[in-house]
């Protein structure tokens, strides 16, 4: 089992910056992929971005295309920590945004692939 937790949602005025963090525990970190999703109401889940070890100190990131440019998916191991960097948010943003880990170490966007979810945290970005 791996258990993850979230933080650092709130509300925001678009064109802000917020960073979500997601804590992760009982498994060996290096061996998960490790995504974002967002849900907004009435919508399907979201893939927003990915990270995957890929040896070394190496990672590799992949993004959706309506966050590319503007969100960063980075991990900080010590702490076996993803973070979401989330910059020049706009209304469309809004959503809540779950963490995500997949047990087989490669890219995938979609969410029916990933294992363990985190409860969440409610991103609201107004205009």
């Known amino acids: 089992q791996m258990q993850l937790v979230e933080s650092g949602g709130g509300l925001v005025q678009a064109g802000g910056s917020l960073r979500l963090s997601c804590a992760a525990s009982g498994r060996t970190f290096n061996n998960y992929a490790m995504g974002w999703f967002r849900q907004a109401p009435g919508k399907e889940r979201e893939f927003v971005a990915t990270t995957r070890w890929i040896g070394g100190t190496t990672y590799a990131q992949y993004y959706g295309d309506s966050v590319k440019g503007r969100f960063t998916i980075s991990r900080g191991n010590a702490k076996n920590t993803v973070y979401l960097q989330m910059n020049s948010l706009k209304p469309e943003d809004t959503a809540v945004y779950y963490c995500?880990?997949?047990?087989?170490?490669?890219?995938?966007?979609?969410?029916?692939?990933?294992?363990?979810w985190g409860q969440g945290t409610q991103v609201t970005v107004s205009s």
């Open positions: 995500a880990a997949k047990s087989s170490n490669y890219h995938s966007i979609r969410a029916d692939e990933y294992d363990y």
